[in-house]
T-cell receptor, first 114, second 113 residues
Framework: DAGVIQSPRHEVTEMGQEVTLRCKPI?????LFWYRQTMMRGLELLIY????????DSGMPEDRFSAKMPNASFSTLKIQPSEPRDSAVYFCASSLGLGNTEAFFGQGTRLTVV | GENVEQHPSTLSVQEGDSAVIKCTYSDSASNYFPWYKQELGKGPQLIID?????GEKKDQRIAVTLNKTAKHFSLHITETQPEDSAVYFC????????????FGTGTQLKVEL
């Protein structure tokens, strides 16, 4: 398996524009996580899904952020409208399921909002 | 919710020496404690984990200890090598059957020749 695949790797956009980040989890994994990493706040969990259903979205910072998982092999994180303070590295991770199982991270998407 | 504190934020050691990174957590129901290594430009990668029914676990040069009473756990790297240089994160998963990992703030480890 190629691991968790995220796209794009880098995104530069202007303030106010819509940004969509994409993630393909490892085949057979039932849980998917979106994290945001910044120098100031470290790694923050934004939202996670189990069997395509959002379980905990308490980490989503504002209504400008939304995430979907239409099927077991694809998820998106959307920011609309984007702001400069959204600049960060966004990671997607997947694991076999709820419980004490290893989470595998993708390479991340570095988002810069100017 | 869970709160994880990690120290030190930076650590510099000579090649061959040992490195120790310490974390504390707040939720006594937490039952799973993984450690991740993150190299520049990459996502975090699990290097070792420990569950609440175990006090110590070792994998070659890496070991983790857990003290549930004191709610702290530590990562020990022996015989450090330059390729160990990276950012290390501890994490804790709370009880209650959820799957939410709370991460520490990270330790930048530099192994000098």
């Amino acid at each position: 398996d190629a691991g968790v695949i995220q796209s794009p790797r880098h995104e530069v956009t202007e303030m106010g524009q819509e940004v969509t980040l994409r993630c393909k989890p490892i085949s057979g994994h039932n849980s998917l996580f979106w994290y945001r990493q910044t120098m100031m706040r470290g790694l923050e969990l934004l939202i996670y899904f189990n069997n395509n259903v959002p379980i905990d979205d308490s980490g989503m910072p504002e209504d400008r952020f939304s995430a979907k998982m239409p099927n077991a092999s694809f998820s998106t994180l959307k920011i609309q409208p984007s702001e400069p303070r959204d600049s960060a590295v966004y990671f997607c991770a997947s694991s076999l399921g709820l419980g004490n199982t290893e989470a595998f991270f993708g390479q991340g998407t570095r988002l810069t909002v100017v | 919710g869970e709160n994880v504190e990690q120290h030190p934020s930076t650590l510099s050691v000579q090649e061959g020496d040992s490195a120790v990174i310490k974390c504390t957590y707040s939720d006594s129901a937490s039952n799973y404690f993984p450690w991740y290594k993150q190299e520049l430009g990459k996502g975090p990668q699990l290097i070792i984990d420990i569950r609440s029914n175990v006090g110590e676990k070792k994998d070659q040069r890496i070991a983790v200890t857990l003290n549930k009473t004191a709610k702290h756990f530590s990562l020990h790297i022996t015989e450090t090598q330059p390729e160990d240089s990276a950012v290390y994160f501890c994490a804790a998963r709370g009880g209650g059957g959820g799957n939410k990992l709370t991460f520490g703030t990270g330790t930048q480890l530099k192994v000098e020749l």
